[in-house]
């Protein structure tokens, strides 16, 4: 009841600082804003300022969609810091996209090895301990080949220091054969079929999507190796519940030459919420979500926007390769929203595990 009422708060004061922050600082551009308290697994108590920026890159195209680039930076009980920023921008009559993830954290974390196992076996503590620098960069340029279909090209840089590893992670046998310092750099291909009405809030529509990209020892990159990625989301908006349903299934592989850093992981803000981020990680990931979104016919006195309500269910697993699979990883949780800008929102989600959860505050949706 205690963590119940702790996250109402934190909801409410959110709700009056959106409420003061609303602003539209240039004609072509809006902006707002919050600063909120929040909790992950991995980082503990948190506060962080957060902002989405939504913007058309003409402004008088009517035939693209306006862009949108959530910020977030913020400081953790742990004494963590960590930052972020997601593109998601449409130019030239929507005839070009680009997209681009970028993540900083300076933070202690923690080290359970790879695979299923050690993950749930190993119980967190000082044998796990060390201290975590990374930051990653991976633009996407895609073009539009014909209506729906787009292809182009994928980069991925990043970064991953470690210092102050327990015992038990220095003896580990991928920190031995990586090394506690690797730099990535890859360069591949990526492709899409995107009929969604609004690819960051989407009512309706397919998203397929495949990324593969080969990383090598050009531009001073340490390691050689090989990822691949396939996403696949559906939406469909219901009359009978006034609602979308939204299910997602993504599955992700790397060849065994991929350090520890860059293993494929779950337990994201955008995938099984609740799970610490870097707890299961193993050469391949395989996940499922199924999400109910409810906005409320309705405007919020206070903020005179939208509100709505989030439900969801998913099953996950890590392995070595598809033929390897033997673990279920279970994930549910519920969350809120409020529409800072149409069809933008703030969302507030708490959710659970395996004897664990989280409660996340970020911008734009899951997926």
Known sequence: MKNIINILLILFLSVNIIAQNNTDTLKNVKFNWIIAPAYT??????ISL????????????????KSSFPVSIGYSTKGSIVASGILTSFWKQDKIRIYSNLYFKDMPDNYWGVGYLKASETEKGDSTAYHRLWWQINP???????R???????????????????????????????????????????????SRDVPVNAYKGVYISYTAIYFSNLMSGDNKYFLGDIDIRMYKYINLFKGVFAFQTRYRHVTKDAPYSELSQ????????GYTWGQYRDNMMLYNILEYRHMFNRKLKLLKMTDGIVLWAGVGT??????????????????YRIEVQERMNVRFDLGFGNNTSGFYINFNEAF
């Open 41 to 46: 697994p991995e980082l503990g108590g948190m």
């Open 50 to 65: 957060s902002g989405i920026f939504g913007f058309k890159t003409q402004k008088n195209d009517y035939l693209i969609q």
């Open 148 to 194: 729906n279909f787009y292809t182009g090209l994928a980069i991925d840089f990043n970064q991953t220091i470690v210092s102050d590893a327990s015992e038990m992670m220095k003896n580990d046998e991928y920190i031995i054969k990586f090394g506690e310092n690797n730099t990535n750099i890859g360069i591949g291909l990526t492709g899409q079929y995107d």
């Open 318 to 335: 890590i392995a070595k390769d598809y033929t390897d699979i033997k673990y279920a990883i279970p994930n549910w949780g519920v969350g």
């Open 140 to 146: 996407k340029i895609l073009y539009r080949i014909v």
């Open 266 to 273: 779950i337990g994201t803000p955008f995938d099984l919420r």
